[in-house]
């Protein structure tokens, strides 16, 4: 087992600045390549200190504003303008950052893109959904209105 530091928010693992053990093979060719965790060291406390402030400055500074936040992305569908081809089907796929432009050009909010989630990669146009973790016990869910561009 390796003692992890995370920089970055994994799903179902923690969030930045938490310590976590972690099977060698998944710390060693995942976690630590992609940027998402450094390895525990003693002096690390004062690294962990420094993730932990950055991170409650880009939470939502209360939990009525999250709330606040939540009902307005729940209540107003977002839409995505796109290049498709026939049938509907996308040139590519719409990513997380695109999902974020799109809340902030509808006068929404912003959101960080490594907050969103996709279930699974939104290749045609239609409704999808996506869900939106505004702080560690509240989760949006967004629906995500895909279309063609003429």
Do not use: C
């Not at 693992?13 to 998402?36: E, T």
């Not at 060291?41 to 991170?55: F, N, S, V, Y």
């Amino acid at each position: 087992m390796s003692k992890l530091i995370l920089t970055h928010e994994v799903t179902g693992l923690g969030a930045p600045g938490d310590v976590v053990d972690v099977k060698n093979g998944f710390a060693r060719n995942y976690l630590i390549p992609q940027g998402w965790a450094v390895v525990w060291t003693r002096g690390g406390e004062k690294q962990i200190e420094q993730i932990k402030a950055a991170r409650s400055a880009r939470e939502h500074a209360t939990i009525e504003e999250a709330q606040d936040l939540k009902a307005k992305l729940q209540a107003t569908p977002v839409t995505l303008t796109v290049t498709a081809g026939d049938g509907g089907r996308l040139f590519g796929s719409v990513k997380t950052s695109d999902i974020a432009d799109a809340v902030s050009a509808a006068g929404l909010g912003t959101l960080d893109k490594r907050k969103i989630e996709l279930g699974a990669p939104i290749k045609s146009t239609g409704e999808h959904e996506a869900t939106v973790r505004l702080r560690d016990d509240l989760v949006a869910t967004i629906t995500i209105t895909v279309v063609a561009k003429k």
